[in-house]
């Protein structure tokens, strides 16, 4: 724990520094606007650098660690670049582990570049749309994003690719954003549940969406059977579910997912004039709230709540600033303090995340 404590530290003050050294600059149309400075880059580098380092040249520590090592052993690491892209159709990792070996010879090299992918991508693109980088960062870690790379770490990547993408939903460009799809789905199959995101958003809140959202959610909540059949489809195999698919969520976890929802619907329908980005991110923890509902009789499907997680700290941020003054710092350490309490609920009762270790001592 105390290996988190301390990196964790480290990172808010680069955070806090990276934040701190823009210099305000306005553009024609006499917005403001945030330049980077050389410390502004330097001081990024070093917060996304120690939480990539992190998750990248952990040991042991995450539920699939052992599962990923066998692969790199058995395939990634024997197989020929060729007979990798054949046999796997999901290839992102299986290239990293394949060009791991030939230049590195280490599982521990597969690990770290797939960070950079699944964490450096998140944190880089993170700031670029923040000025509030410190407080989406440290949401980014407490709110599932940071350590959920630890277990499934190619779901992840394609978290971050999608992640990366998301201004081409606001922007209404879907042929870019389903390429951006496709790149993920090389990561891993599931990323083509985030094409749904596309559709349902909206310049303007809608109450209508809202209700077929709703209806979606109580469809697929009582119909697990069309969600296996089409994983079957896409593997073209029938599924089986295991006691791991059929094994219930933490009701404590679903609740936490439901709860920006909440926030987000009361400002949808209290404030006026919202913007694309707030409305963007309204939608984004509605979907947050459903997929978590719909999948909480089943861990294996639970996973899905990772793509609209990971949108969280920066839809919380938005949100935020629609608070009144009176309340704003109050409510947004109040956020904080419940998904670091939630955090840290999660890592203690996660054998495979409590004692976290790093590859050098055992190199």
């Known amino acids: 724990m105390i290996s988190y404590i301390i990196v964790f530290f480290i990172v808010g003050v680069f955070a806090w520094l990276a934040e701190k050294s823009h210099k305000e600059v306005t553009d024609l149309t006499g917005d403001v606007l945030h330049k980077k400075t050389t ?44 007979e990798l892209l ?4 999901e290839p992102m990792l299986p290239i990293i582990g394949h060009f791991s070996h030939k230049f590195f010879d280490s599982y521990y090299a597969m690990f770290f570049f797939a960070s950079v992918i699944s964490v450096g991508i998140v944190i880089y693109s993170t700031y670029t749309e923040t ?11 407490f709110a599932g994003g940071f350590v959920g790379s630890f277990n499934g770490i190619r779901q992840f990547m394609a978290v971050a690719i999608v992640f990366l993408g998301r201004r081409f939903i606001v922007e209404r460009k879907f042929w870019k954003y389903l390429l951006v799809c496709f790149i993920a789905f090389l ?17 303007k809140f809608s109450t209508k969406r809202l209700l077929i959202i709703l209806i979606i959610t109580i469809f697929f909540s009582i119909n697990y059977e069309t969600i296996f059949d089409f994983i079957g489809w896409m593997n073209d195999a029938e599924f089986v579910a295991d ?17 920006p ?25 509605v979907i947050n709230a459903a ?14 709540a990772c793509y609209p997680t990971v949108f969280v700290p920066l839809g919380l941020g938005y949100l935020t600033d629609l608070c009144s ?7 947004r350490a109040g956020i904080l303090i419940l998904y670091m309490a939630f955090w840290l609920y999660e890592v203690l009762n996660t054998k495979t995340l409590r004692e976290f270790e790093w590859i050098f001592g055992n190199m």
Not at 245 to 259: P, W
């Open 291 to 304: 997929t978590r509902i719909v999948t909480s009789d089943s861990a294996y499907l639970a996973r899905l």
């Open 243 to 259: 006691a791991y698919a059929s094994t219930s969520v933490n009701v404590f976890r679903t609740l936490v997912g439901c709860c």
């Open 187 to 203: 990561a891993h199959k599931s990323a083509l549940f985030c094409i749904l995101f596309y559709f349902v958003y909206t310049k």
């Open 131 to 141: 000025t509030d980088f410190l407080y989406t960062t440290m949401l980014y870690i």
């Open 39 to 82: 410390s502004t880059i330097i001081f990024l580098i070093i917060a996304g650098g120690l939480l990539t380092a992190m998750a990248g040249l952990r040991y042991h520590v995450g539920t699939d660690y052992k599962n990923y090592i066998y692969l790199y052993e058995t395939f990634y690491s024997k197989q020929s670049l060729k």
């Open 261 to 285: 929802a909440i926030m987000g619907l009361y400002f949808a329908y209290n404030k006026k004039d919202l913007d694309d980005q707030q409305v963007f991110y309204i939608y984004i923890l």
């Open 86 to 89: 054949v046999i796997d159709n």
């Open 325 to 331: 003054q009176k309340y704003y710092k109050v409510f």
